[in-house]
């Protein structure tokens, strides 16, 4: 198969019909009752798939991780925004962090699982083991987090995921490990 | 996964927020890790996806007053 990029014309309609959802949502959004919000969510409807073949063994490839746990370094960048659209914000997880350094900031997940142990979420302990033992050829030099519950679904695709994606070609990542949660 | 069609996709039935299994267990964290970077090579078309057969192995996980469970196997 050839490559075939993620298509783009669905932007301009999801913002119409966004700016329709947002006022009778909010008040759902606001009581927690998703179910009933997202019951006329303009959710995209895509007719291709994205792809790109895999040409190189794993362990001469190098790979980047992108969680949707909303993981971020508390000493260095704030917490995702709790609010009623979530938060479409990126933080940038350098390759060497240690993983006590991180915290994070998704009242939609059980955070306690991730604080108890931030592999469930961005497995870089057992990459860098997998790494050393030469099944993985590398990692990033930079990993990537967003927060999964993000509703203006536009300014994700506009914004924070071509920034990912030119961030991570221009640190020459084969693979990207999209975790979502 | 067919509305927002991922390019290749793995499935693990793990309650939401813990998608490479339990707290603490490391082993099975890793054998997930692996089955995962494997699907990257052995899928050869878009939208291609692997199901993998692991179980929730600990108690449903709280998040406000409701147990989460392991997803159905879809």
Redesign the interface.
Known sequence: ?PP?KAEQDWIEDFRVAYGHWLPEALPLLERAEYQAAFRFYP?P??D?????P?TK??AA?R?GVVTT?SVYRPAVDPPFVQGPEGDVSLRRIPGDVTLADLDVS?SH???H??R??M???L?L???R??VAAG??GGLAGTHFSVMGYATRAADLAETVAPEIAEALVQDRVD?A????? | MQ?????RWTFVRS??????????N?DK??RV??D???A??TI????GHVKLAYRWEAPP???RGTG?REGPNA
């Open positions: 198969m075939m959710f409807e895509f291709t798939t994205p792809w790109t895999v063994p794993l490839s790979l746990a998704h997940i059980p955070e699982v991730a108890q142990d592999n469930t979420v497995p302990d057992h990459l083991a997998l099944v993985l693979l490990l999209l975790v979502p949660v | 509305a927002v069609k991922p390019p309650p939401r927020g813990s998608m490479f299994g339990e707290p603490g490391r964290q890793r890790l692996l995962v970077l494997t990257f090579a050869q078309e878009p939208g996980v709280m998040y989460l």
